[in-house]
């Protein structure tokens, strides 16, 4: 395969092109014997007993290569974070990409790099996938969808009903990394210490859920934020939730990158983080198994569940000078501001 | 511990409080004090600190957001730029979901016309510099501490030799609107908190006039919350005394005499002319034109086709910036004029007075 | 219209400059500071440097609202 190259449009027609992209990078990045088999769908053998878990996502990243990850590399992460919090034990992943004509072979080897180092961090497979090609100017240069299949093994429930008063809401570690990395990137703003906190969490939430706390719900707060997750799940719950600001873990660099911005943490995105809705008395217990994993260092407990009221706001913050106010959902995501 | 977070620590936060309790004691009746800064109502409201003071002291949000005072004929005019052929129009985020009269600059985006975000002045530059055959627009927004970064890219562009960079100018000036303000018995303010970093660039002896002339106490103060509740202290004593001044308590950025360089940078390129402040009405000398001999790079001279703007009925965001009304009091508020569809200025933006106090009674769950 | 934020100058090059606050770095314009040494406090509005903090007077603040905070306690 021409190291160096571009895509073009044949590479997604079907035809030669495209096979010798099946074969030449996607079959060895992703090495799995349901892929190798390359028939119109995978065959997945030896799953263990449990309810199915199935989930779907769409990745687009700008830029697509940063501090900490890449769009495959975020892509896989992703998927497999959303069926770990499910409580399900993530096992296969499809994997389509959406290519626009004049991509730069190095940016898409570097991708599926990352989408495969991610799989093998999961203890994943991908199993199946697709390469389309779009003309020049219609394309951002990739997009990359997945679906994702786990399986939720019995006696494990979780799920935001149920969320009630009392609950403890714990985080596993500083917020907004992702976000501010990804706009610091767009604009001119750079540090060593900027990383994404992309990662795959199955491992992070296996420990946790085996340490015996109850544990009532789990999400990843990803675009949006903390605050936006907290607004779901206080949403579907029909609950408040009281969040305090001193008590959230944010790094310096991610508050800088968010004072130059003018944008809030709070509502900046996460990609290997996880907020858990624990039994109140276990929660020492659950920050203890979360702290003990590497995933997990920096946990912390940042607020109680309270009774939902009428007309209120679901999400309050309570700032580190003993005042209130509401911690809404955002009419857009944060722009640079001067005001 | 940098100086920055040491002035926002709960504990001076705390110690200030109590200063501010104690001088309020002295007061012979209830004052109002008015702030003029969109940074200064986002700090406030960030920390909550309106709800925190003694109940004689009334602090308010008065026309100091960008976003608020922009008049609709200029985001109009935007958008009608972006429409024209081989033209992007650059803006600040604050600008792009505020209502024109047909939609906004981020709706006129999604129907395919061009408009870019930028963080400063320079990354507009840096678009017309890499795209030569297309007319950058750089919407230029913003008061005092804004204006002379303009200025000096359009100093580089004029240097450089870039003919594709031009300039929309709604910059506006913060001392007339004060002194309107001031002059407003009706409005009944007491004290005014003043807005730091505009305060850099045009010097601390710029706003004496409010003690010299209207008798009214103010304070130059930075954004965290100690240095907005400095400032509030300050103010209740200088009531308490009858001793208006006006003070400086930003002092380790701001001079009494500014940034010279700044200024003279603005002068070269821009000249004092009459505009409009949404909800205000027109204020002489308050804004910013880009000078005649600099009229190939002003925006404001290309050909365009404006809707007719309308003001909304029963819109009072006019008294609800001087201060005259409480949000509540207007009667859109909460029924036709919400966050999620807001008509008037006070409601655009995330920090306009309309939006906070919405905001905030959704607290104890108070429907509006 | 005061989103403006303190930064330490780490480098100069003629009118322009690397800004740094906790580890993040950013490419300033110190066209309207031209005066602005390497190890100076900047204020960053919109890329520009449109100040100098001044080290005693911020200094003096914080020895201010020590003594005020601590006049507070024994009121």
Request: with cysteine; hydrophobic share 45%.
């Amino acid at each position: 395969m021409s190291r160096g190259g571009r895509i073009l449009l044949a590479h997604g027609d079907g035809g030669r092109l495209t096979h010798e992209l099946v074969r030449e990078l996607f079959l060895p990045a992703f090495a799995n014997p349901a892929l190798a088999a390359l028939s119109d769908a995978a065959i997945l053998d030896g799953l263990p007993d449990g309810r199915v878990a199935l989930t779907t996502d769409a990745f687009v990243v700008d830029p697509p290569v940063f501090p900490g990850g890449d769009l495959g590399y975020l892509s896989v992460c992703g998927t497999v974070n959303d069926l770990a919090v499910a409580g399900a034990v993530p096992r296969a992943l499809t994997f389509a990409l959406v290519l626009e004509e004049g991509l730069e072979l190095g940016l898409l080897e570097a991708v599926v790099a990352g989408a495969a180092r991610a799989a093998r961090e999961a203890g994943v497979v991908i199993v199946a996938g697709d390469t389309k090609v779009v003309p020049r100017g219609k394309g951002d240069r990739a997009y990359v969808t997945t679906a994702g299949l786990g399986v939720v093994p019995a006696g494990r429930d979780l799920g935001d009903q149920h969320v009630a008063p009392g609950d403890a809401v714990l985080v596993s570690g500083a917020v907004g990394d992702h976000g501010a990395t990804v706009m610091a990137c767009r604009h001119g703003l750079a540090g060593e210490a900027l990383r994404s906190d992309c990662a795959p969490l199955a491992s992070l939430v296996g420990a946790l859920l085996g340490s015996g706390a109850r544990v009532h719900a789990l999400h990843d707060p990803t675009r949006g934020g903390v605050a936006t997750t907290c607004n779901e799940v206080a949403g579907r719950a029909g609950v408040r939730i009281m969040l305090d600001e001193a008590a959230i873990p944010v790094r310096p660099e991610v508050r800088a990158v968010c004072e130059l911005l003018g944008l809030d943490p709070l509502y900046t995105a996460c990609e290997g983080r996880v907020l858990a809705w624990v039994e109140r008395s276990d929660a020492e217990r659950a920050l203890g198994a979360l702290a003990a994993h590497p995933l997990g260092a920096g946990a912390a407990c940042i607020g109680r569940v309270e009774a939902g009221v009428p007309h209120g706001a679901p999400v309050v913050l309570r700032t580190a000078y003993g005042t209130e106010r509401p911690l809404d959902l955002l009419a857009a995501s944060g722009l640079p501001r001067i005001c | 511990m940098s100086a920055e977070s040491a002035l926002a620590a709960p504990a001076t936060v705390r110690g200030l409080l109590r200063r501010v309790e104690r001088l309020a004691g002295r007061l012979p009746r209830r004052v109002t004090l008015m702030e003029v800064c969109g940074t200064h109502t986002h700090a406030i409201a960030a920390a909550g600190l309106r709800r925190l003071l003694p109940a004689n002291v009334r602090l308010i949000a008065g026309p100091g957001c960008p976003v608020c005072v922009t008049p609709v004929d200029y985001v109009d005019r935007a958008e009608a730029l972006a429409r024209r052929p081989a033209t992007v129009v650059a803006t600040f985020g604050d600008l792009l979901r505020v209502p024109s009269t047909s939609g906004s600059l981020e709706r006129a985006r999604a129907e395919g016309v061009c408009v870019r975000v930028v963080y400063s002045p320079r990354d507009a530059l840096r678009l017309a510099r890499d795209d030569p055959d297309r007319t950058v627009v750089f919407l230029a927004v913003g008061f005092e501490t804004t204006s002379p970064t303009v200025a000096a890219a359009l100093a580089e562009a004029e240097a450089d030799g870039v003919p594709n960079f031009l300039v929309l100018s709604g910059h506006k000036a913060m001392p007339p609107p004060l002194r309107l303000l001031a002059g407003d018995r009706e409005a009944g303010i007491d004290g005014f908190l003043l807005p730091g970093h505009v305060a850099v660039v045009t010097g601390s002896d710029a706003f004496s006039f409010l003690a010299e002339e209207f008798h009214l106490p103010a304070a130059v103060v930075g954004f965290t919350p100690t240095d907005v509740l400095r400032g509030v202290a300050a103010l209740v004593d200088m009531l308490g005394r009858g001793e208006p001044e006006v003070v400086n308590l930003y002092s380790r950025v701001v001079r009494p005499d500014g940034n010279a360089v700044a200024r003279a940078l603005v002068q070269r390129f821009f000249a004092a002319a009459a505009c409009t402040w949404r909800g205000l009405g027109a204020i002489s000398a308050s804004g910013l034109a880009l000078r005649p001999e600099l009229a190939r790079r002003d925006a404001a001279a290309l050909e365009v086709e404006l809707p007719t703007p309308c003001e909304p009925e029963g819109c009072r965001c006019g008294d609800v910036l001087r201060g005259r009304i409480d949000p509540p009091e207007c009667p859109l508020f909460g029924s036709a004029c919400t966050p999620a569809a807001a008509v008037g200025a006070c409601m655009v933006s995330s920090e306009g007075s309309c939006a906070a106090f919405y905001r905030h009674e959704r607290l104890a769950g108070v429907r509006p | 219209m005061c989103l403006a934020v303190p930064m330490r100058l780490v480098e100069r090059r003629g009118e322009d400059g690397i800004a740094e606050l906790d580890g993040v770095r950013r490419e300033v314009s110190l066209a309207l500071e031209p005066d602005a040494r390497p190890g100076d406090h900047v204020l960053i509005h919109a890329g520009y440097a449109i100040g100098v903090v001044d080290e005693a007077e911020a200094a003096a603040t914080l020895e201010l609202l020590r003594e005020m905070v601590r006049e507070g306690d024994e009121d």
